[in-house]
């Protein structure tokens, strides 16, 4: 396969040096299940198991100016049929993956395959991004013990169907009972960097209304206070709270928001708890903070003791 920039081609014994740079890196294989190669005689062995053309199609993804590997788009040969790819880091976010990807689907719908999924650690949502430029749809989000490192990753699965209409693919959250449909406001959120945001020292209200809030917040919308905390967010320090006047022993918030690390790319507002979730328009960005944005949350009704 050749693009505009590229040649995407089966990896072939003279490649190995160059697969072993790729399989060896930390920063590729951050979020892939293996740990990175220590040496060449584990990148023969893992050659021989990767490019196993019965099990894989494992294509290197090559500059046209010199045709060695820079990294790969590789689909497994049996359902679910898995989308697997990667880079080296001083060609990322430059489109590579994308041109490459793309040219692997094309051919894929002439060949008549049925449909192809990928997954990506919700901790790499640039891995996501990916996926949605190529045009596959976000299905799910589901838990899984991650082997051989042996720690729970939150993936994301997505979904394109190439010939025919075919149902979501649900083996991987009929095997574990934690799994969940996350509102798209969401998807491409930081979420370490979240999380890292709100470990700083924030300063918070301590008005009355506020100390109010953060007493009965998660008591009283657990499922809320369970997705907020899925993205890094400290559901005890928000950034702002828009109280109304107490009526007797409730008391109303208007709008609470939240800051977020990363880009929230929909204006679609998403329900839980009888409480919406939306994107903030009072503070589009916070602070004009590059790669950060608020959301607010409307409808909050707490116990309010004088």
Same mark, same amino acid.
């Given at each position: ?13 003279? $490649? ?6 790729? *399989?060896?890196? @930390? ?11 220590? $040496? ?11 490019? #196993? ?12 100016? #010199? ?47 049925? *449909? ?10 640039? @891995? ?21 490192? #042996? ?64 007493? @009965? ?11 907020? @905390? ?9 950034? $702002? ?27 679609? $507002? ?12 009072? *503070? ?23």
């Amino acid at each position: 396969m050749i693009t505009e920039r590229l040649i995407i081609r089966p990896f072939t014994k003279e $490649d190995l040096q160059a697969f072993f740079i790729i *399989y060896s890196s @930390s920063d590729i294989n951050r979020f892939l299940p293996w740990y990175p190669l220590k $040496d060449m005689e584990e990148a023969e062995t893992w050659f021989e198991k990767h490019c #196993d053309p019965q099990k894989n199609r494992q294509y290197a993804i090559c500059m046209k100016e #010199d045709n060695i590997p820079i990294g790969y788009v590789n689909l497994s040969c049996k359902e679910p049929y898995d989308l697997g790819y990667a880079i080296l880091k001083p060609y990322q976010n430059k489109g590579y993956v994308t041109e490459a990807a793309n040219a692997l689907i094309a051919v894929l719908k002439e060949e008549g395959q049925p *449909y192809i999924t990928a997954t990506h650690d919700a901790l790499n949502p640039a @891995s996501g991004r990916i996926m949605q430029k190529l045009g596959m749809q976000y299905c799910y989000t589901y838990e899984e013990n991650w082997m051989p490192k #042996d720690f729970l990753v939150n993936f994301r699965m997505y979904q394109m169907n190439l010939n025919g209409e075919h149902p979501v693919y649900e083996h991987y959250r009929n095997v574990t009972s934690h799994w969940m449909i996350e509102p798209e406001l969401f998807l491409n959120t930081q979420i370490e960097e979240t999380a890292a945001w709100y470990k700083e020292d924030t300063e918070q209200c301590e008005c009355d209304y506020c100390t109010a809030f953060r007493k @009965s917040f998660s008591h009283c919308y657990p499922a809320t206070a369970k997705l907020l @905390s899925f993205y890094g967010i400290d559901v005890n320090k928000p950034l $702002d709270t828009s109280p109304a006047e107490p009526e007797g022993n409730t008391i109303t918030y208007d709008a609470v928001q939240y800051v977020l690390k990363g880009v929230c790319n929909t204006n679609k $507002d998403y329900s839980v708890e009888g409480l919406t979730i939306h994107k903030a328009d009072a *503070y589009p960005t916070y602070k004009q903070a590059e790669n950060t944005f608020v959301i607010g949350i409307n409808g909050i009704r707490l116990p309010w003791e004088n």
